[in-house]
């Protein structure tokens, strides 16, 4: 019989068995989504006012509705509104920018680099010039007055044009008086100026002006004076065309003779001008006097900068004392920008034209036409403002004439295709007799009527030609001569084809529509 095997002293520990390896790793894989559950629950119960604050932002806002028409306690918020936008297309603050991978605006660029030069005139005493160069409507003058009041030091600053101030004698007067209300101190004295001019020796613009020979010495004092001076010349090309160009010369060799620390207050002269040949047009004695500086302005080179201006405009601050104000004017904003046909009339006046001053036009029309009644910019303000800028047509009432009045101008427009730019009456009326013959060789009736050329008998006809040239849609030629009859006269219409062809479809009749679209 084998021995008992003895039983060691930690038998109790060991009286069930370990499970085996498969079990354990069954009840490990188990065990541990648990555990990730309760560390993850633990995490995100640390922060307990996190979490808070942020199902507060994820908490749905109140939804907000467009009134029809403005209550009466915010038509004061409305009104404070349009005041600010208007005031802010008066003199809006740049908001180009930069899209990703595109270098700096250009006249971001050039308002850098004016900012640069009269600084160097106002802080260190020098003479400067450049000349400013870009399409209309693409900054230059807003750029300039931008970096005149960014300098720290209230400078003199001269304003001149070229189509005020067309001679040397103009720009000198001009030069003198607003010195004068700048400064306080008269630049000419009473023997210069023509006290009691005599009025058969000289024109009217002429009256009372200063010699040119004072203009040097007018111009030379500039830099002596107590604060800097900048001269500001818009139509730079317009002062190359005057005689001698005493003006530009005098100015830029004074400005050529600004050095630093011989205790000048400095001198800067700026030409503005949409011509890119100016320099060209310049003397070689003043050519040789200007620095060569050229800065360029560009407009906006897409169309999404025109919506951030207008994005940027519309949503200027008014501080409505009222709260429930600016969430509603956010909104009609957003939407306004967002409505498709919104965008696309806007499209299409920028891709007309490029001018900045066109969509401060259009957003001026709209601000202005806002009332309590439609308090918030639609596609229906859009459309009156656009129709209110567009040529009107010369002639919107053609569906309103007569009949012999219209037959006459769709023979006159058939005249016009078979090479015939001046016709006579005789002509129109042999064109309308022979549709009509055309029209009752073959009748054609629909439920009893006939849908055929109605009859006219040459008076009726001239009485309609009668009207037509009183409404100046057919207009003379040749003046009237005794030798030939009336009728036999040549005219010329002014009415194009597409307008004819509207106001034939206006009119709806079946025989003009016919006879209009019947090849010639």
Not at 119 to 124: A, F
Not at 324 to 332: G, I, S
Not at 376 to 404: D, K
Request: with cysteine; net charge positive.
């Amino acid at each position: 019989m084998p021995p008992k095997r003895k039983v060691p002293d930690d038998a109790g520990a060991a009286t069930n068995p370990s499970p085996p390896k498969r079990a354990t790793r069954r009840a490990n894989a188990t065990a541990q989504p648990k555990t990730r559950t309760t560390s993850r629950t633990t995490s995100h119960s640390q922060p307990a006012g996190h979490e808070t604050s942020k199902a507060a932002q994820i908490a749905p806002q109140p939804h907000i509705s467009l009134p029809p028409a403005l209550p009466a306690h915010l038509v004061p918020c409305l009104r404070l509104q349009q005041r600010v936008i208007l005031s802010e297309l008066q003199s809006p603050s740049d908001v180009s920018d930069a899209g990703e991978g595109k270098g700096p605006p250009t006249n971001a660029i050039a308002l850098a680099l004016l900012q640069d030069l009269l600084s160097g005139s106002v802080d260190r005493g020098e003479g400067n010039s450049c000349l400013l160069v870009g399409p209309r409507g693409s900054g230059k003058t807003t750029l300039v007055e931008r970096a005149i009041k960014s300098i720290h030091v209230k400078p003199i600053v001269l304003r001149l044009s070229g189509y005020a101030q067309h001679n040397d004698r103009l720009a000198l007067r001009e030069v003198t008086l607003q010195l004068s209300l700048q400064t306080g101190k008269p630049f000419l004295s009473d023997a210069d100026a023509d006290a009691k001019p005599n009025p058969f020796s000289e024109t009217g613009p002429s009256l009372s002006l200063p010699p040119p020979s004072h203009l040097p010495a007018v111009i030379s004092v500039l830099p002596t004076l107590s604060r800097p001076v900048i001269v500001v010349l818009d139509a730079f090309d317009l002062f190359a065309q005057h005689a001698r160009q005493s003006l530009l010369y005098c100015l830029l060799d004074t400005v050529q003779s600004c050095r630093v620390g011989q205790g000048n207050n400095g001198l800067a002269v700026i030409g503005v001008t949409t011509r890119v040949d100016t320099i060209n047009l310049l003397e070689k004695r003043v050519k040789s006097r200007f620095s060569g500086r050229v800065l360029r302005t560009a407009p906006p080179s897409d169309f999404q900068d025109w919506m951030n201006f207008t994005i940027h405009v519309l949503n200027t601050p008014n501080g409505a004392p009222h709260g429930e104000w600016e969430p509603l004017w956010t909104l009609a904003v957003d939407r306004f920008v967002g409505d498709r046909k919104c965008t696309e009339a806007m499209k299409n006046t920028y891709a007309l034209t490029r001018d900045i001053r066109s969509l401060k036009q259009l957003l001026t029309s709209i601000i202005v036409d806002l009332r309590p009644s439609s308090p918030f910019p639609t596609l229906s303000h859009v459309t009156t403002a656009l129709s209110a800028q567009r040529v009107r047509q010369p002639f919107p009432s053609l569906h309103a004439l007569s009949y012999p009045s219209i037959c006459l101008l769709i023979a006159a427009v058939h005249g016009h295709t078979a090479g015939h730019d001046q016709i006579t009456f005789e002509m129109l009326y042999d064109s309308f007799r022979e549709q009509f013959r055309t029209s009752s060789a073959a009748p054609i009736q629909i439920e009893g009527g006939s849908i055929g050329m109605a009859r006219c008998t040459r008076g009726v006809l001239k009485t309609g030609f009668e009207q037509l040239l009183a409404a100046r849609i057919f207009t003379s030629v040749t003046a009237p001569s005794a030798n030939v009859a009336p009728e036999f006269i040549p005219y010329r219409c002014s009415v194009e084809r597409g307008d004819v062809k509207r106001a034939v479809d206006v009119i709806g009749q079946t025989n003009l529509k016919k006879w209009f679209n019947k090849a010639s």
